[in-house]
């Protein structure tokens, strides 16, 4: 059974800095690209950064180098730092693993959530 489980969300001041983690079991690692999602209000769903095998990743223009993916595959483990964080980062942030992911953009979650595998989400919520 494939599974993803998040860690490391939780309150944060405008300014500050979080580091999520991703630990993936019951799937071959390697066969999958794994990328980081986050649902806002309104219910839409953006993809945030992805990382391939041989670690090539991709980012959303709209983090503005805020945020970075990396991985450890020995460990079945993908990280997102978090940096400069503001209140519109608030949201429950998803690690997923897909074969191929597409660009980094936004959609309604229905239109995405049901391609790869996802995890349960964990929340970050930027106020002062």
């Known amino acids: 059974e494939v599974q993803l489980m998040e860690s490391g969300g939780g309150s944060v001041q405008p300014g500050g800095s979080l580091r999520l983690s991703c630990t993936a079991s019951g799937f071959s690692f390697d066969a999958f690209d794994m990328g980081w999602y986050r649902r806002t209000s309104g219910d839409k769903c953006e993809l945030l950064a992805t990382?391939?095998?041989?670690?090539?990743?991709t980012y959303s223009d709209a983090l503005k180098g805020r945020f970075s993916i990396s991985q450890d595959r020995a460990k079945n483990m993908v990280y997102l730092q978090l940096n400069n964080l503001n209140p519109e980062d608030t949201a429950v942030y998803y690690c997923?693993?897909?074969?191929?992911?597409?660009?980094?953009?936004?959609?309604?979650?229905?239109?995405?959530?049901?391609?790869?595998?996802w995890g349960q989400g964990t929340q970050v919520t930027v106020s002062s």
């Open positions: 997923a693993a897909d074969a191929h992911f597409g660009a980094t953009g936004s959609w309604p979650c229905s239109a995405v959530s049901g391609f790869g595998h």
């Open positions: 990382i391939s095998g041989d670690g090539f990743a």
